[in-house]
């Protein structure tokens, strides 16, 4: 929970009732590598902020595991479909590396955005950092897959440096043997 009050600490301030009901909400939990949080036919109603480690969601219907995005410390994610809906995502939600998520259920994350500006300004936060994600996802796609590793490299290094090569290649949707080819071209 010390994890979890640093980072609140980062967003709010030390007096503000949303960060105190934020902490008597959430409930902190870790998980090993490979563990899944959510199966794709579940749904877990609850926003999860990444304190250590990465979260990582597979789309398991293509012909090889296709990792559609991770989170890493400083990010959320959903069990659901996103945090205003109880629907399944259609993917499978794991712990890629031991990692703790402090979770809060999503009707207390909807009613705290209602009740509180602070709340409202922070989830605005995150949403927009899904966001940036995504749209550099999207160009890192859009790339032939010789070009894709280049591509993630510029534009997310620190995650880049995170991954192995069996996650880039899940990342990026290549065979590992473009990704040892496209490292020796660099």
Not at 9 to 16: L, R, S
Not at 61 to 72: S, V
Not at 166 to 173: P, R, V
Request: with cysteine; glycine share 4%.
């Amino acid at each position: 929970m010390k994890r979890f009050i640093k980072h609140l600490n980062a967003h709010f301030n030390v007096e503000d009732p949303c960060r105190h009901e934020l902490i008597r909400h959430a409930k902190v939990r870790q998980g090993k590598r490979g563990q899944i949080y959510c199966r794709e036919d579940e749904s877990r109603p609850y926003w999860c902020y990444v304190l250590e480690g990465m979260v990582g969601a597979y789309e398991l219907q293509l012909r090889k595991p296709y990792l559609h995005w991770i989170a890493t410390e400083g990010h959320y994610f959903t069990g659901t479909k996103h945090e205003y809906s109880f629907n399944s995502q259609d993917l499978n939600i794991q712990f890629l590396k031991k990692s703790k998520i402090a979770c809060i259920p999503l009707t207390v994350l909807q009613e705290m955005q209602d009740r509180y500006p602070s709340m409202h300004h922070f989830v605005s936060i995150m949403r927009q950092r899904k966001s940036d994600f995504f749209n550099k996802k999207g160009l890192i796609m859009a790339q032939d897959s010789m070009a894709r590793y280049a591509k993630f490299k510029e534009l997310m290094p620190v995650l880049f440096h995170s991954l192995n090569n069996k996650l880039l290649s899940q990342f990026l949707y290549i065979d590992p043997k473009t990704i040892y080819e496209s490292k020796r071209n660099q």
